[in-house]
Every structure is written in structure tokens, then in C-alpha cells.
């Protein structure tokens, strides 16, 4: 494979994670969760051939319980 082609690839794989990181903020601030330090994680872009990934990042004891919450009311049905 070509460097400009590398290149391409590497783009299209970050921009996924970007994408991924945008929809999880919006699908959880849906629910009333904001994890703060969700992101895509800067040390994983950094090779020449990166392999990004989610920074799920750390949260309070209150976001974690909203979390839980969130996924109860999905896994019971009553968050559809």
C-alpha cells in the first residue's frame, strides 16, 4: 500500500472514532449522562498506521449510578 493511500486509511479510521465518540456523547446525553473525559484517545492515533481508540475516560460516583440506571431501563425495555 502507498504512503497516500496509509495515509487515507489512517484518516478514515480516526475520523470514524471521532464519529463514534460524537454519537455516544449525544446517545448519552439523551439519557442524561455526560461522560466528561470521553474522547478518542491521542496516544492511539500516533503511529503512522493508527488504531484508534474510545477513551471511555473516568466519571463520579453519580454519573456511574446514571449509567447504571441507563442500561437497567434498556435491558428491562423501559428505554426504548
Do not use: F, W, Y
Not at 502507498?2 to 463514534?20: P, Y
Not at 439519557?31 to 503511529?47: F, H, M, Q, Y
Request: glycine share 8%.
Amino acid at each position: 500500500m502507498e504512503a497516500t493511500e496509509r495515509r487515507r486509511v489512517a484518516a478514515k479510521r480516526v475520523r470514524a472514532a471521532e464519529d463514534a465518540v460524537e454519537q455516544l456523547k449525544e446517545g448519552l446525553a439523551g439519557r442524561g449522562v455526560t461522560l466528561p473525559s470521553l474522547r478518542v484517545d491521542p496516544v492511539s492515533c500516533a503511529d503512522n498506521e493508527p488504531t484508534p481508540l474510545v477513551d471511555l475516560g473516568r466519571c463520579n460516583i453519580d454519573t456511574a449510578l446514571r449509567l447504571c440506571e441507563v442500561l437497567a431501563e434498556k435491558e428491562s425495555g423501559h428505554g426504548e
